[in-house]
C-alpha cells in the first residue's frame, strides 16, 4: 500500500480555466485510489460536497469536490497542509468554482445593454444604469444571484496561487463618460 512513488507531483495546481478542470475530471478515478480520504464535509445540500485526502507517499494534501458543469463527477486538486477540524470550518476555494463564476460573469457582461442617463443606485457606483434596471450591468449580474456566488466563493480558504483578487471586476467599462 504504501509506496515510495507516488504522481503528485505530475499534477499542476489547476489553472483558472473550466478546461483545464474538466481534463481534470477525466482523471479522477486514476487520482482517488492512490490518496488516503482524511474528511469530508457536505453543506446542505449534495451540491456542497468537498473532501480531503493525503498522499501518504509524498504527505500532498488535496481537496475534491464536484464537478463544475456536472455535479455527479469529482475532480481533486492540490492544498496546504492542514487538520482535519480546521478544514471543516473552511473548506479551501475550488479553482472550478472560480473558474465557473468568472467565465459566467464575462459571458453577463458581454451582452449588449441598452444604458441609460440616471446611474446606477449601488453606493459607490457610478455607472450608468441599465434599460430595465436601477443597476449598471455589473450590479445587475451581482442581483441576479451572482452576488451570492460572490460572496459565497470569498467567505471560504483561498490559498496560493489563488488570491480574491481574482474576482474583482476591471472596469474598463469607464470609456463611456
Ligand atoms: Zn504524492
Ligand atoms: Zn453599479
Redesign the pocket.
Known amino acids: 500500500m504504501l509506496s515510495a512513488e507516488c504522481d503528485c507531483a505530475e499534477y499542476d495546481d489547476l489553472p483558472i480555466d473550466l478546461k483545464a478542470v474538466e481534463a481534470r475530471v477525466e482523471l479522477y478515478r486514476e487520482m482517488r485510489p492512490k490518496l488516503r480520504k482524511l474528511g469530508q464535509k457536505l453543506v446542505g445540500q449534495w451540491s456542497e460536497h468537498y473532501r480531503l485526502y493525503k498522499c501518504d507517499a509524498c504527505g500532498q494534501y488535496w481537496q475534491s469536490t464536484l464537478a463544475p458543469r456536472d455535479s455527479d463527477l469529482w475532480y481533486l486538486f492540490k492544498v496546504p497542509k492542514i487538520t482535519v477540524k480546521a478544514w471543516k470550518q473552511s473548506v479551501y476555494v475550488p479553482p472550478g468554482e472560480i473558474a465557473k463564476f468568472l467565465e459566467e460573469r464575462t459571458a453577463f457582461l458581454a451582452k449588449e445593454f441598452e444604458t441609460k442617463d440616471t446611474i ?3 453606493r459607490g ?3 450608468h ?1 441599465i434599460v430595465g434596471s436601477t ?6 449580474f451581482l442581483q441576479i444571484g451572482f452576488g451570492e456566488t460572490l460572496s459565497s466563493l470569498l467567505s471560504m480558504r483561498w490559498f496560493p496561487p489563488y488570491s480574491p483578487e481574482l474576482l474583482q471586476l476591471n472596469h474598463t467599462m469607464e470609456s463611456d463618460a
Open positions: 446606477c443606485n449601488e457606483c457610478s455607472e444604469a443597476k449598471c450591468m455589473y450590479h445587475q
